[in-house]
């Protein structure tokens, strides 16, 4: 395919555009996942908070697809916190999928008032160890949170699944990630597709390439090294979103996109939200 891979900090290499199931009822799970495979992405996005997969899992025996071509990611749930709950979470989250490994494991919040977030770090080491997971990362953490992981255990994550579209561009997490070679992912790419595609400077660069506003977004994050995996479930969507290889934004275009930050969340704080 024509999607580009992105070599992380142990070796391995995630295509940078996947299919993220958040919100995806199970009811739909299956279909919707197929319905991406058939279109050509390999990489899907999950966690046990969606309670889809099994239905992923339904989606990936059916496929026939070989096991080394796929990249599977999952997250571990915020009640299971703690360096042994994270590793009976993990095995949960294998069977629901019917895989004996995933290819990223992810912590999901950092929940700094449970503060067990290095203590999970350590139980996800040990499930690499293991052969459960061939790469660790975390999600919505923040500097200070990185900086505990980078003082208190061994592994570096590879990856930071964050909060990031034009209107919340995380300048300052992107460059930590840089200097300490952990990638970006970048949740709601699209701004979950509500006010930010009506954004007139993305309708100017849409028309000028013959693409949407959609595919602009996407291209600009490709373009500035994140790893994506919008969601779906219209299949002329799931289509459009894969096709973002084709052309390319000039400077110009990405100097506009990066004049739309607002530092403006969709989701919640890191800092303070815990469950
Ligand atoms: P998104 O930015 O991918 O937006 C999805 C929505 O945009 C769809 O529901 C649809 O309404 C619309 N849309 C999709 N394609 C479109 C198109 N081509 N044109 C117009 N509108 C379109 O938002 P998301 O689902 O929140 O994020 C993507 C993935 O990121 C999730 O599925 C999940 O895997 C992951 N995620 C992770 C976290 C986390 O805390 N780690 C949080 C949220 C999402």
Redesign the pocket.
């Known amino acids: 395919s024509d999607v580009p891979g992105i070599e992380l900090n142990n070796g391995t290499v995630i295509p940078q555009l996947g299919f993220?199931?958040?919100?995806i009822d199970p009811s739909d799970t299956a279909e919707s996942v197929q319905t991406a495979f058939e279109v050509g992405y390999r990489h899907i996005?999950?966690?046990q908070m969606y309670g889809n997969e099994a239905e992923v899992g339904e989606a990936i025996a059916k496929s026939g697809i070989d096991r080394g071509e796929l990249w599977i990611t999952t997250?571990c749930n915020n009640g299971n916190h703690g360096r042994v709950d994270a590793q009976k979470a993990l095995d949960e989250s294998l069977s629901k999928l019917g895989l004996d490994h995933v290819d990223l494991y992810?912590i999901?919040?950092p929940l700094p008032g449970k503060d067990l977030y290095v203590d999970t770090w350590k139980g996800f080491e040990e499930a690499r160890a293991d052969g459960k997971v061939r790469t660790i990362g975390v999600?919505?953490f923040q500097p200070h949170h990185l900086d505990r992981l980078l003082e208190e255990t061994e592994t570096v994550p590879a990856i930071n699944?964050i909060?990031l579209?034009p209107h919340m561009q995380q300048a300052g997490l992107r460059a930590y990630h840089e200097r300490h070679g952990i990638k970006t992912e970048a949740?709601?790419?699209?701004?979950?597709?509500k006010g930010l595609?009506d954004a007139p400077e993305l309708g100017e660069i849409a028309q000028a390439h013959g693409k949407?506003a959609?595919q602009v977004v996407l291209r600009w994050h490709v373009q500035i090294g994140n790893i994506i995996?919008?969601?779906?479930v219209?299949p002329e969507?799931v289509r459009?979103?894969f096709d973002i290889f084709d052309f390319e934004l000039t400077d110009d275009d990405m100097q506009k996109i990066e004049g739309m930050e607002k530092a403006e969340r969709l989701?919640p704080d890191p800092d303070t939200f815990a469950r």
């Open positions: 993220g199931v958040f919100q996005d999950t966690a997250k992810l999901h919040w999600s919505n699944q909060e579209h949740w709601s790419p699209i701004g979950q597709g595609l949407s959609a995996f919008p969601k779906s219209t969507r459009e979103n989701g």
